[in-house]
């Protein structure tokens, strides 16, 4: 019995998470020397267990599997999701898909996620999309990776009619989402929208027909103006990313919204009512190669969204809404303080630098509760130069860094141990009731410079009374 144990310890993790198999599986169909046990466990295992395991990978992998031995030539047309994602070792044209879907035998479907990348593809999707909904899906994923206006593509009606889908993701590549008849998504919870073109009447047709949606998305949609969530009650979630070349400014009307996640473009999210938000995370998308830097309008900008956000228990500030903040330091002096927040926890997204270091303590000194302070240091695409910053400071005889030791920073550069010191010392100076300070700095040191901030840190925090974790 013990030996018989041993042999199906594959199979036994697999059951438990039906992941952990797929490599072997990716061993034996391209001959990677896999030992024939750990397969013969595997195929030992119920077809709904090993159909499960298949869910994890693409389906033209999962296919692929059928060579393995007779005992796998009819699992994988059973298995609960199917993908076909662009791109693959080979381009997935109609015809090809249209053969795989003909041998799906399953009759719920959990997942159907499809990239449509070829134009001539486009005539076909229609019939896929309904058969996924035939099938029950719940997970449904469309992406359009050609431009479907070229090919005068439209979605159908019925697409509008489904009480079984649950996550509905679309990426349209900016074609319409107008819905010529009422959406009724009766059990959708999740909505992301991606590339779409929206009208301020369609997406308000479309929020009647989902009336549990949870979590709303919208990545790059464009021809949207009034975003008004007051009818939906049970949407606590919404995540917005907008792209510096939509020139279009959204108004948000979200008065049941808890999670607010915002990437705005230079145009800016003007924040109507958000009066339920516990938790918040703000950004500024900037594109360096064609974009003027709209300084002025940002600074009273992040000013009017900080405003709305004073009584979030959890705040998330990326690096360029920091550095927008850091020239609000003049404003400042001319205009009503700003009110304090009752932040308890507060992440800061952003690079070690002193373009930031105003910024993050016009936060800090308006923060009376916070209790714990994490610090994430990162870049991410649509980050605003430093020379932008000297360009603007240039011309109107500012001088951002005046009475602060900042040591010789620089973007894009390692730092030193005692650097990123200094900049612990200047968030602490600037917290009086903070608890716990998490620093993750990956990249940032040079050398052996992690290994010295060690050293450092436990001074640190004896001296402001603060635990201090980095990572």
Known sequence: MADDGGNRDGATAAVRDPSLCCAHLHGEIKGAGD??????????????????ILSCIETEEAIRTSVLSRRWRHVWPGTPSISFVWPTNRILDADSIDKTLARYTSRKMM???????????????SRWIELAMSRKAENLTLELSCHPCEANYIIPDFFYTNSYVKQLSLHLYFTDLIPRC??????????????????DESIANILSGCPILESLTLEVCKELLVLDLSKSPRLTVLEINCYTWLTDSMQIVGPHIHNLRLENSQSGCTLLDVSSLTEASLDIRFDSYNELFKADFLQAFALEQLDKLQNVEKLTLGENFLKVLSLTHYRLEH???LPMFKAKVLTLETTISPYVIPGIIVVLENSPELKKLTLI????????PEEVFDNYLGLRALNLFQGMTVGNYSENRVLKSKEVALFIEFMLNHTQTLGKLVLRLEGCLQGRGFDELVQIVPTLSRANNVSIVIS
């Open 35 to 52: 030992s024939r046990e750990d397969l013969d466990s595997i195929s030992s295992l119920p077809d709904v267990i090993l159909q499960q």
């Open 111 to 125: 997942s159907f996620h499809i990239d449509v990348d070829m134009m001539s593809s486009l005539t076909h999707v």
């Open 182 to 199: 009422s959406v009724s998504w009766s059990s959708l919870k999740q909505l992301f929208l991606s590339a779409c073109n929206l009208s």
């Open 335 to 337: 205009l009503s303080p």
């Open 377 to 384: 240091h990162k870049r991410l695409d649509g980050f605003i």
